[in-house]
């Protein structure tokens, strides 16, 4: 029974009074601009009104009720600058919330880094970078001792071997003897002839004729 009529927990809401006062800003805005149309409407048979009092002769009537146009019209005006005001204010609330947000995230990003510097010293990270050092070179000396290191003299009888077997690889220039056809593929020539050659015959002119027809 107890658990049945004792009291409920109360949820626990998001809305903060930053909110609730925008809220109230909201709906107050909204209410003076419901105004500000109800006075248009207002002004604009007033308006209508005047002119047909003067058109019956109620010239005084008209005149009265231009007042009174004429004072709804600067309440019109006031009610402009309470929109403006009512606005501003709601945005710099929102604006604040949003600082307040970015502020909050700043003081949790700075807690994580003391949080982090803490467990990090800087002697700490000496000693880490120190054990890492020396777990290195221990490796090493392990690597060279399972492996074996050759000296220097034996690095340089392996760079003159590689310069043996670079200059054994190249191609060697021919020779002049290498030059000389084989006499099994010499080529079969003509002799060359001892004689002096005969002198070329001179060309004769050839003279035309014509015979005695054509040149009768």
């Known amino acids: 029974m107890g658990i049945l009529f004792g009291k409920t927990k109360k949820k626990e809401t998001r809305v903060t009074e930053q909110d609730k006062a925008i809220l109230q800003l909201k709906q107050q805005r909204d209410k003076l601009k419901q105004y500000q149309k109800r006075i248009l409407t207002t002004l604009e048979s007033?308006?209508?009104?005047?002119?047909?009092?003067?058109?019956?002769?109620?010239?005084?009537?008209?005149?009265?009720?231009?007042?009174?146009?004429?004072?709804?019209?600067?309440?019109?005006?006031?009610?402009?600058?309470?929109?403006?005001?009512?606005?501003?204010?709601?945005?710099?609330?929102?604006?604040?919330?949003?600082e307040q947000k970015v502020i909050d995230g700043l003081k949790v990003g700075n807690e994580s880094l003391k949080s982090l510097h803490q467990m990090l010293s800087i002697d700490e990270i000496e000693r880490i970078m120190d054990e890492t050092?020396?777990?290195?070179?221990?490796?090493?000396?392990?690597?060279?001792?399972?492996?074996?290191?050759?000296?220097e003299e034996d690095e340089d009888a392996v760079l003159d071997e590689l310069e043996s077997l670079i200059a054994e690889s190249l191609p060697t220039p021919p020779t002049a003897d290498d030059k000389q056809i084989p006499a099994e593929e010499e080529l079969d020539l003509p002799d060359v002839p001892t004689e002096d050659l005969p002198e070329p015959k001179k060309k004769v002119p050839k003279i035309e004729t014509r015979t005695l027809v054509e040149a009768s």
């Open 46 to 98: 007033e308006r209508k009104l005047a002119k047909q009092l003067l058109h019956d002769g109620r010239k005084e009537k008209a005149k009265l009720l231009l007042r009174k146009k004429r004072f709804m019209e600067q309440m019109l005006t006031k009610t402009d600058g309470q929109l403006i005001n009512l606005e501003q204010m709601a945005h710099d609330i929102e604006f604040a919330q949003i």
């Open 133 to 151: 050092h020396e777990g290195i070179e221990k490796q090493q000396e392990i690597d060279e001792l399972l492996g074996g290191k050759l000296t």
